[in-house]
């Protein structure tokens, strides 16, 4: 009995788990790193997960903790646009400003997170050319 529930795929998923393999597409050992499911790959080449599409392959812990967290950041960006949307819809000025933040916070996350990434890629010391 282990405390962690496995991921059990909803009725949605079910339908488009099935739907991808009517369409030939191949389940892979390999599980999507965002909701646990398995991943399918396509005629293409594409490998995609039930619910979330295409999804990026990771090999290190390291990576993978990465991908989940912009993911994360993005879900909540785009949440948080969906809330601020029914928000307006339903004339609710509060919740419109609560989700706002939420979205500004996740920007400011995401663009902290890219220029590190940024900075880690290319070579350090762009600052001060020395003279
Ligand atoms: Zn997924």
Redesign the pocket.
Known sequence: MSGEKPARPGPEAMKRMVQLLQQGAVMLAET??????PLFRLKNGEVV????GR?VIVSSDEEEREVHIDEAVKLAEYQAALRVQSALESGEPEEVVRWLNVIEAAERIRKLREERASSRGEAPGRVGRGG
Do not use: A, M, R, S
């Open positions: 999507c790193p965002i909701c646990g499911l997960c039930p619910i979330h999804v």
